[in-house]
């Protein structure tokens, strides 16, 4: 079935595998898929498997996400793919530090340790355009001073724990010193910052913030901003009132 899809779908670019990866699937992959760039895989992979991939997929691969291999495997795989350019992490981390993927442009982190990061920011502050950070939780703080190493960065995106209080002063600090900046998501239950705070971001091409609380006072403030660079998600839900005075924003 899967052969039969491959030869049908010549021009297939991205490929989900959520079941067992073998050496028979990787050669109809290779032989069919010519054209395939990103790969996610949801699986225990050995080192046999990733050499196996990297080998037969590798060159063109310029997205990886993979779950469940160490650091050996990762390595290994890395190794042979000379131009990626985004990777979603787990517990492999470390395989990014320890080589130089010279085209890496965008990381996705999954896991977080604050040794890996500064390591990570001293190798690829200069060629990194994207991070997004899956879970964010008071332990990660000090990753802001690393942040604003990364000269080039285009967009940064984060999630925090519900009930999680962020120091809305770094947030800012993010947006004055990344003059590269253009999209900032943050998304959060409860975030302890004034909708004042918000007009340092209009320089910016697009701010997402998605919350769960919003005071008619911070209106004042939201009517100052121009909505045609800012995007902002509502989780409450929003009076009457409110919805008219947007409705009748310029921009």
């Not at 390595?75 to 990626?84: A, E």
Request: glycine letters at 2%; charged letters at 25%.
């Amino acid at each position: 079935m899967i052969e039969c899809l491959g030869k049908k779908l010549k021009f297939i670019k991205s490929l989900e595998i959520n079941f067992e990866i073998y050496e028979q699937l990787l050669d109809i992959i290779s032989q069919n898929c010519k054209n395939l760039s990103k790969i996610q895989i949801f699986g225990f992979l050995n080192e046999e498997i990733c050499e196996t991939l990297g080998q037969k997929c590798g060159q063109k691969l310029e997205f990886i996400d993979i779950h469940g291999i160490g650091k050996p495997e990762s390595v290994t795989l890395l190794k042979l793919t000379p131009n990626l350019k985004a990777i979603e992490i787990y517990d492999n981390f470390y395989a990014v530090i320890e080589l130089s993927l010279l085209k890496l442009e965008q990381i996705i982190i999954n896991d977080f340790c604050s040794e890996w990061f500064e390591k990570f920011a001293n190798l690829y502050n200069e060629q990194i355009k994207k991070i997004s950070f899956n879970e964010w939780s008071n332990d990660k703080n000090p990753v802001v001073s690393y942040l604003l190493t990364f000269e080039n960065l285009e967009s940064l995106s984060f999630t925090v724990r519900k009930n999680f209080y962020y120091n809305w002063n770094q947030i800012k600090s993010l947006a004055q010193n990344l003059k590269r900046l253009k999209l900032l998501k943050i998304f959060a239950f409860k975030v302890n910052f004034s909708f004042e705070s918000l007009t340092v971001f209009n320089y910016l091409g697009d701010f997402i913030l998605k919350f769960e609380e919003f005071e008619d006072q911070d209106m004042k403030f939201i009517e100052k901003l121009d909505l045609s660079k800012l995007d902002i998600n509502f989780y409450s839900f929003l009076k009457e009132e409110s919805l008219l005075k947007l409705s009748l924003m310029e921009n």
